[in-house]
């Protein structure tokens, strides 16, 4: 007879892969193919190299590498793909910036209207800066995203107030008949960018509160479970501060953006179909609603449906109609399936919205439509790894506030791609990361820092069971 011994113990759970080397490799080929399209523009414009190319590849790969630092240290399990993927988007937003600050025809507009030109790619490298910081704020102050749900209400009173700001006389500023802007020390800020996030953190609170009365049906109708009349409360309270945003702001994109991003939170947390529907039921309301009396909106449908119209009456000198969108739909047929080639088009006719509102169709002239796929493939993959984080979130709050920020990403994606391809109505919105403007960059920074804060939370392995000093040896004798 041979016997031999086995000493079992307890045995922690084995540890996630913190995939920091995937988005490091990742990371170096969103600094690359920038710093490629930058010569590949340079080249175009004048057969030579661009001066800034060496500072600009320098600049991109220290922002990339300070952020890929601070999530190394401080969300070590986080999702490999929200940085290299938004690092990406920011640094070809800036290469277009920088291609239309070399047209001529900008250049000549500027000097006519203002008497000087400032190009804007110096600018929107500096907001990029400042949103990476906030980036880094956002992952080394915020240890734990569930702090963030002691501020429920006060962040109500937040948004309010971010949302009030245009509206106060001498701060709010009147930009092409939407009063989203405000003036603080010489530079223009879009308060509507940060209360998105705000926003979606009050939502998260609520809806994490009352989402077993909000789930309750007290009749079926056409395959739908009806909410009871007193639960409809919060849905019209959302509805007419939107419309009210609408009517006084004239800003048909944040109003979509809020109500859209909470009926969308408001169906994750319950998972009835019939507040989708009771959403889309009174969005389509209010629009038209408004539509029939606001003479803003009533310009955005009309250039909509009828854009060659609006386009022939702007050319003869008629006022208050847009070319734009006519503008748009062209940069679009000229590019074709593989574009003009950077640096090649002729986007610039849009004149100061082809760096902002109009930047797709930059892109979709110089890239074509197999370059346009890439791009909302990208922003794709966002909301994807958010609603993917969304559901490993381990606690309620979590979960709801990163699909409500995944949600909100999507719809003004959704809305500015729609707008300028002809999908939807112009809105006004700029599209995240590509568009030139801080508040536009620096919140959507802040928007994945948050989203990187979750994810780590959820990614992070459970930490193993302490193990107990009283165990004893388990001695198996076998034959």
């Known amino acids: ?168 006389p001498g701060l709010g500023m009147n930009v092409f008949g939407a009063k989203i802007w405000i003036s603080i020390g010489g530079f223009s800020i879009q308060p509507g960018e940060f209360a998105k996030i705000v926003i979606a953190v009050f939502f998260a609170g609520y809806l994490m509160v009352k989402r077993d009365a909000l789930a309750l049906a007290s009749r079926r109708f056409m395959g739908l479970y009806l909410p009871r009349g007193r639960d409809l409360g919060p849905i019209i309270v959302v509805w007419v501060m939107s419309i009210l945003i609408l009517v006084f702001e004239t800003d048909l994109g944040t109003s979509l953006l809020f109500f859209g991003m909470f009926v969308v939170m408001l169906y994750v947390a319950t998972e009835r179909t019939s507040w989708i529907v009771f959403g889309l039921l009174m969005s389509a309301v209010g629009a038209v609603g408004v539509a029939s009396f606001e003479p803003h909106v009533q310009s955005r449908v009309q250039a909509w449906l009828d854009p060659m119209h609006e386009y022939l009456l702007s050319r003869q000198g008629v006022g208050g109609h847009s070319e734009q969108a006519m503008q748009a739909l062209w940069a679009f047929g000229s590019g074709g399936v593989l574009g003009t080639g950077l640096g090649q088009g002729h986007s610039d006719l849009i004149k100061f919205a082809a760096n902002s509102d109009f930047v797709l169709a930059t892109f979709g002239e110089e890239l074509g439509l197999a370059g346009i796929m890439a791009i909302l493939l990208m922003y794709g993959l966002i909301a994807e790894r958010g609603l993917r984080t969304a559901l490993a979130a381990r606690d309620p709050f979590g979960k709801l506030l990163a699909a409500g920020l995944s949600g909100a990403f999507a719809i003004q994606v959704f809305v500015v791609a729609g707008g300028v391809m002809g999908l939807i109505p112009l809105t006004g919105m700029t599209m995240p990361f590509l568009a030139y403007g801080g508040s536009s960059v620096i919140a959507n920074w802040a928007l994945i820092g948050i989203l990187i804060r979750i994810s780590d939370t959820a990614r992070r392995p459970a930490p193993a069971p302490a193990p107990s000093p009283d165990a004893e040896m388990t001695q198996v004798v076998r034959p």
């Open 1 to 168: 007879m041979s016997s031999s011994t086995t000493h079992t113990s307890t045995i922690g759970a084995i540890g996630a892969p913190s995939r920091r080397n995937t988005e490091l490799a990742l990371l170096a080929f969103a600094v690359v193919i920038p710093v490629f399209a930058y010569a590949n523009v340079g080249l175009a414009i004048d057969g030579s190299l661009p001066a800034g190319l060496l500072g600009y590849g320098l600049g991109l790969g220290l922002l990339a590498g300070v952020a890929h630092i601070v999530v190394r240290r401080f969300a070590p399990y986080a999702d490999p793909l929200l940085l290299p993927i938004a690092t990406l988007l920011n640094g070809m937003g800036l290469v277009i910036i920088w291609r239309l600050d070399q047209s001529e025809r900008l250049q000549q507009l500027a000097k006519s209207q203002y008497g000087s030109f400032s190009p804007d790619a110096p600018n929107q490298l500096m907001y990029s800066a400042i949103g990476i910081a906030l980036f880094v704020g956002v992952l080394m102050l915020l240890k734990d995203h569930r702090i963030l749900q002691r501020y429920t209400y006060i962040s109500m009173v937040g948004s309010l107030i971010l949302l009030l700001l245009p509206l106060v």
